[in-house]
Structure formats: C-alpha cells, structure tokens
C-alpha cells in the first residue's frame, strides 16, 4: 500500500547540511498497523511527513496506492492526499466550528454535496462514538474526545491510509488505551491502512502488526512485533524493551556484569519464548537435562496482540559446557537465548 | 444648529464607512497575505512579503495630514476633484488599509502551525486555507481590528474634513475654530464621542458574539 524508495530528506542548518533520513526503504501493506519507534529526533516525524509530502523527500520516491506522489502536480497532490488521512500530536481542530462543521470540514473542500456530506459527517459521528457531541465545539471536549473528532475528520474523505503521528503522547494512561482500541477498531472495519510513529513501547504493544525503528534517520530494524520483543537485535531496540517493559536487571547484578566470563562467574541469560512455543516446559526440561541450577532473576509475560511473549532473565549455574549445550537445546526450540554477561554469583 | 450638526454626522458616516468598507474589502486579502507569505509561513515568499511589509509600515509611519496632502494628485485623477466627502473617501481608504492590513495580518499570524498542516493533510488548497480556516479562526481578532480601524477613521475624517471633506471637521473649523460658537463645539464632542463608543460597543459585541459561539451549545 506504501512503498518508500530510497527516501532522504536532507536540510540547511547555518551552513551545515542535515541529513534528518537516510536512504529509508519501507513496504507497508494493506490492512496493516505498521509502527516506527524512535527517540525524540530520530526523525519519525520528518519521516511520517514525507508520506504524505508535508515534508517534501529530497529524495527517492513514495508511493501510495500505486500513486507516486513525489511526481504529481500541487493540484494532484492535494487529491492524493484526501486519500490519505492524517492525525496529529495536537488534535489541530478549528475552534470555531462544532465538532459536526470540524469533520465536515474536508468535504466541504472536496466540494462534497450537502446531502452526501451530511450522511458521511454521522456516519464518522458514530464511527468515533461522538454522536451526542455533535454540535459541541472543541472547547467543551476532553484531549481523547478531541482527538476522536481529529481521527473523524481524517477519516471523513474515506482515505485508504491513515497516518498517526505521537496521537496519544499527551493522553493520560485510560484515554490512550481507549484511542488505540479505537484505532484497532477502525483497522479492523475499515481495512484500512495505519502507520504511526511513536517513541512508546506501549503504543506498538498494543496494536502495531509490524515496527520499524528508526535511529538518526536509519532504520536500523524491522520486523513483525512479536520478533520485535521476543528477539530484539539491534542495541537501540534493545534498550527499549528492557527499559519500557522494566526488564531492567537489578542495578546491583547490572554493576557486576561483565562481558566475558571469569572465575566463579555464572552467565545471565535472557530467554524469550512466544507462546505457541511454549507447550512444553523447556527451561524445566534444561535443568533436569543438563543438570543446572537456575536463578530467576526476572520473569516477564508480554501480550502483544494476541500472542503472549515471554521474557525471562536467569542466572545459570552448572559446568559450562553444559551450559552451551543447554542454549543450543532451547535455542532448538525456537526460544531466543542471549547471553547478557557474566556476573559473579548472585543470590 | 440641529440641521448643521445632522449634515455634518451624515458627511462623515458617509467617509467613515464607505472606507471603512472599501478598507475591509482590501485589507484583509491583504493582511492574509502578508501574514501566510511571512518569514516560516506556510507560503513563505520574501518577494511579496518584504515590498508589502515594507509599504505598509511606510505608510503607517506618515501623519495622516501630511499622508492626505502628498496624495493629493491621486485623489484628484480618481476622484476628479479633491474637495466633498466623496473624494476624502480616497486618501481615508487608503491610510487605514495599511493600519487594518496589519493588524489582521496580527490576527491571523495566531493561528497554530499545526491547524495549517492539518488542513494541508485534508487537501486544501491555500487559497481554501486562507478563508475556510485561518480567517475564520480569526474571526474575533479581525472584528475588533476593524472596530479599531473604524474609530481611527473618525479621527482620519475630522481632518480630511477640516481639509475641505465636510463632515463634522469641517463643522468644527466653521463654527467653532473660525466663529467661537462653543454650543458647536460642545455638541460636536458629544456626537463624537457617543459615535466612538457606539462603534466601540458594536464592535465588542459582534466579536464576543463570534467567540460566544465557541462558548456556548
């Protein structure tokens, strides 16, 4: 449904040159909640922007719905780009007209006739859940009502992709769960496309299918969610899983951690499973194979989607050929083993 | 002394709003495009922005007197004549049209960055930009920029009348400054000042009516 092409997007600063994206390739398909992490000035938003041409690429190519955009004429891609719809951290809506007159507002431009405009305009009312909120203007409303009546308007041209930039980093812990279950809900009614970009690990948790996380202006990875948190590989996603879910090591063990191992040293290993792997007990298997004693540091269960990861970090202690054999036997098994250290014994 | 005082208020509504009218029809496509041409604006053009700015704040800069008397030879061509309300009309237009220009381009200047992008990303065009959102986002600010313009063209017409405009300038100069009628000149205080609040007021309530909009429902 999208394709970016070699996207760069490269600008002025005094008389050094920014790269704010380098050389992205992404394929987002139909149907899909494809999430883009990044810290604060990664360049998500450039990158999101670069979708639908608020930023205009300085180059590559992007495509949507088999349109590429960086060709069209300004009347064209005024077109094209009723056919993707866009939300904001802000809801951006204009304080003089109701919540009814703020949705109606992109077909008004499209010169949409009165009678079509109006069914559409309910239609979206209810989609949202603001019926009753329709001729209140935005100041009555609270930030997640706000925000429904954005996604509304977005959705009001019947877009084929809706792109979410940090929708619900001002949203309070409730209201944030709410407006992604109505995101899910419109993913799922609509088919409709969503790409978001987000710096919270909840937000792809949540609902993303797919993520792709982007580091100064590179997308340094890319894969199905469940890979994402059962098998994290690179540094940068690393750290947010183990940050954002809390499965931080206590600073104690952290402090003694050492990347080789040395005398009277045991490994720490962090183990993922997903759940369909997960029939048999295999870290109970292990031990009695290998005859290993293992601490329990921190045990973690993640529902991601549908599917539940889990992420357990232990503290392994036996002969240390056993040991390696015991990765490989759970590696066998489709659970991701990394070997975060060495740290003297533990408990 | 009614009759002089009722000719003298209808010359000068008569100036007031004709440019107050003709100020608004020209200004504000003005002010919107000095504002969305500004330096970050979202048609950012420093061709029409520094020339207009630069105009504007020229004109804004000239005594309204001495602004009069220098156009004289275009008030002539247009108008054919320089004396009578109907040719103070001219100079009076086009000395609050900077004025409003300015502070509408103030007014809209307001609106958040991200109410543009928004509109940008439903496809509007910016033409569409200009009246379907920034202007009416502004509505409020505009109404009392124009409230203020207006009193200003009392001010403005008082002399353009002293100068052979009519109105009640011309009625103050007459009886008051040249035949100390102090009745005259009492009563053209009066008039002015329920005329400037009575604009004032107007203006107060269309503009709280149009955020009490916002407010209300």
């Not at chain 1, 948190?229 to 750290?239: G, L, N, Y």
């Not at chain 2, 002293?162 to 009745?183: E, P, R, S, V, W």
Request: charged residues 20%; hydrophobic residues 45%; aromatic residues 6%.
């Amino acid at each position: 449904m999208i394709t970016l092409n070699a996207v760069e997007k490269t600008y002025k600063k005094g008389n050094a040159l920014v790269h704010a994206l380098k050389e992205i390739t992404l394929d987002i398909e139909q149907g899909e909640i494809f999430g883009i992490m990044g810290r604060p000035g990664a360049g998500k938003s450039a990158l999101i922007r670069c979708i639908n041409l608020l930023e205009q690429p300085s180059r590559g190519s992007v495509i949507v719905d088999s349109c590429d955009l960086t060709i069209l004429s300004t009347e064209g891609l005024r077109r094209a780009r009723r056919n993707i719809g866009m939300i904001f951290q802000q809801p951006n809506l204009m304080s003089s007209r109701t919540v009814f007159e703020n949705i109606a507002l992109p077909l008004e431009l499209a010169g949409t006739p009165r009678d079509h405009l109006e069914k559409t305009v309910r239609q979206m009312l209810n989609l949202s859940n603001l019926a009753d909120k329709s001729e209140a203007y935005p100041h009555e409303l609270t930030l997640l009502q706000k925000q429904k009546v954005a996604i509304a308007r977005a959705l009001a041209n019947k877009p084929k992709v809706l792109l979410c930039e940090e929708v619900t980093a001002a949203l309070e812990p409730k209201a944030k769960q709410a407006l992604l279950q109505l995101l899910r809900d419109i993913n799922e009614q609509l088919k409709l496309t969503i790409v978001l970009i987000t710096h919270e690990i909840e937000v792809v948790k949540a609902i993303c299918n797919r993520v792709a996380v982007l580091h100064q202006g590179e997308i340094v990875e890319e894969a199905t969610t469940v890979e994402f948190f059962s098998a994290p590989k690179s540094e940068i996603a690393k750290d947010f899983i183990r940050t954002a879910t809390r499965q931080d090591m206590p600073i104690a063990l952290r402090n003694r951690l050492r990347s080789q191992p040395f005398e009277h040293s045991n490994p720490i290993l962090r183990i993922a499973f997903v759940h369909s792997s997960n029939h048999e007990p295999s870290i109970a298997d292990i031990i009695q194979r290998f005859n290993l004693t293992i601490n329990i540091i921190q045990a973690h269960l993640e529902t991601i989607l549908d599917t539940t990861v889990g992420i357990v970090i232990v503290e392994t202690i036996g002969d240390n050929e056993d040991i390696k054999s015991a990765i490989y036997a759970l590696e066998e098994k489709d659970l991701q083993v990394e070997v975060l250290g060495y740290a003297p014994r533990f408990i | 002394m009614l009759h002089d005082l009722f000719n003298a208020l209808e010359e000068t509504l008569f100036m007031v709003f004709s440019a107050g009218l003709l100020t608004w029809v020209i200004g504000l496509p003005l002010g919107a495009l000095l504002s969305v041409t500004g330096p970050g604006k979202f048609l950012e053009n420093s061709f029409i922005h520094t020339p207009l700015h630069f105009i504007i704040r020229t004109t804004r800069s000239i005594p309204y007197i001495v602004f009069m008397i220098s156009i004289i030879p275009f008030t002539r061509l247009v108008a054919g004549s320089i004396e009578g309300s109907v040719a103070a009309v001219i100079p009076l237009t086009l000395a609050s049209i900077p004025y409003f220009a300015q502070l509408s381009e103030k007014a809209i200047s307001k609106a958040p960055v991200g109410l543009i992008e928004a509109a940008l990303a439903i496809g509007a065009s910016p033409l569409q930009i200009i009246y379907k959102v920034l202007i009416p986002e502004a509505l409020p600010n505009i109404i009392a920029a124009l409230t203020n313009t207006l009193i200003h063209l009392i001010g403005y017409s008082t002399i353009a009348g002293a100068l052979g405009g009519g109105g009640l300038g011309n009625l103050i100069i007459d009886k008051g400054y040249q035949t100390f009628h102090t009745n005259y000149v009492i009563a053209t205080v009066i008039v002015l000042v329920v005329l400037v609040q009575a604009i004032q007021i107007c203006g107060d309530y269309i503009a709280n009516g149009s955020v009490h909009k916002n407010s209300n429902v």
